[in-house]
């Protein structure tokens, strides 16, 4: 079995591009060019220099030799928290936005949950001289005091939402709507591996350069290029496919995947979609969405404002049915227990997101030789005051 995306854009059964008419050229566009311009000599180039020399890649593979000590097994982090703007967001922002330079867009939209993409994107927009506007919900703007006053001071334009819940969704929607009545300007950088195809497959490979570095970093710190496990946080799935992407047909290797559970999986208050989404579409994907029994969208919860979105990218999906990955849902509270953990084991603040793939080792025991690598996916100055207000 393949695990990657087939010419339709499906995954098993999930996947492919249901948008409306007016976005049909665009995205029709894109998907008959992505693979060319990202696959061209004079991108890659690009691509890597930046990498390089603007984000500060490669991230570092270090070895957590306390956290180890703690779980009796061998743990190593992938320091995404160390790249310019603090997460793993920062590699697709810089790929579209040169991907966006050879459609000739001269706009450029974003949504936004907890900031992160925003900030990301709202940076390559400076960095190449774009018109940058930024969708984000109004409970979201509220609680990223922080990340608005960044992306203003790059020259962005922050637009709250009002709709729904007021949160990721709901500014996802909006961003769509733009999109529909400025197509021939405007490229969306969507900030996961969600929407449409090429969306997914095109998000999953600017991030794939997380699982060639480990590649590359295990040969040379371990004598072998593969670790016993994986394992990441999923919001829509970016930096966990990025993580899993050179491994996905290497049955030596086992995928963990870590979702929100929020106040837990038996309650409302969660975000937990592959343990509790139904088939369904969302954003232009068919995909597990959170539902109720009418097929309207549920409001997911999250402590952690980059994990509570009610779909999941279409990847994740099938490598769950397929059973290719296991999926643990890691709530709050756990959340908050092994960020202060790795806080005083390690001396790294880890982003909530990030601090979610961490309490797997509450759920799931590991074996003394196995060797994992975890990706810490981003930094926790963004959640301060959460921590402040929780410890
Ligand atoms: C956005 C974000 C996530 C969740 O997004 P994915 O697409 O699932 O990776 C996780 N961690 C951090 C630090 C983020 O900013």
Request: aromatic share 8%; net charge negative; with cysteine.
């Amino acid at each position: 079995m393949d695990y990657n995306v087939n010419s339709e854009g499906f995954y098993g059964e999930f996947g492919g591009a249901y948008i409306p008419e007016i976005l049909y050229a665009n995205v029709e566009n894109l998907k008959t060019n992505y693979r060319q311009i990202i696959d061209s000599p004079d991108f890659r180039q690009e691509f890597d220099s930046l990498m390089r020399d603007y984000v500060g890649r490669p991230s570092p593979l270090y070895f957590a030799s306390r956290l180890s000590e703690k779980y009796s097994t061998r743990i190593y982090l992938k320091r995404e928290d160390l790249n310019h703007t603090g997460s793993h967001k920062i590699n697709n922002a810089v790929g579209q936005i040169l991907l966006a330079q050879r459609m000739n867009k001269t706009r450029i939209i974003a949504e936004t949950g907890a900031g992160q993409h925003g900030v990301a994107t709202a940076t390559v927009c400076a960095l190449t001289g774009k018109k940058c506007v930024i969708y984000m919900g109004a409970t979201d703007v509220a609680r990223q005091a922080l990340n608005v006053h960044k992306m203003q001071m790059l020259g962005a334009e922050v637009r709250p939402v009002h709709s729904g819940n007021k949160t990721l969704k709901d500014a996802t929607n909006e961003a769509i709507r733009d999109w529909c009545c400025n197509p021939s300007d405007t490229h969306y950088i969507i900030g996961s591996i969600v929407g449409p195809h090429p969306y997914p497959d095109m998000v999953a490979r600017f991030q794939s350069i997380i699982s060639s570095e480990i590649k590359q970093q295990l040969t040379a710190q371990e004598g072998r290029d593969y670790p016993d496990f994986l394992i990441a946080c999923v919001g829509g799935g970016s930096n966990a496919a990025g993580t899993f992407y050179h491994y996905l047909n290497d049955s030596r290797v086992k995928l963990v995947g870590v979702e929100a559970a929020g106040l837990g999986v038996d309650t409302a208050e969660t975000a937990a979609t592959i343990h509790l989404g139904k088939k369904g579409i969302i954003h232009g994907s068919c995909t597990f969405v959170m539902q109720n029994d009418d097929g309207q969208i549920t409001e997911p919860y999250s402590i952690s404002a980059g994990l509570d979105y009610p779909g999941i990218g279409p990847l994740h999906a099938n490598l769950s049915v397929s059973q290719r990955a296991e999926y643990f849902a890691v709530t709050d509270s756990e959340a908050l227990a092994a960020a202060m953990e790795l806080t005083r084991l390690e001396g790294i603040i880890p982003a909530l997101e990030s601090a979610h793939a961490l309490g797997v080792f509450r759920h799931k025991t590991f074996r003394p030789n196995d060797l994992t690598v975890l990706t810490l996916s981003g930094r926790g100055d963004k959640d301060m005051e959460t921590y402040i207000s929780r410890f």
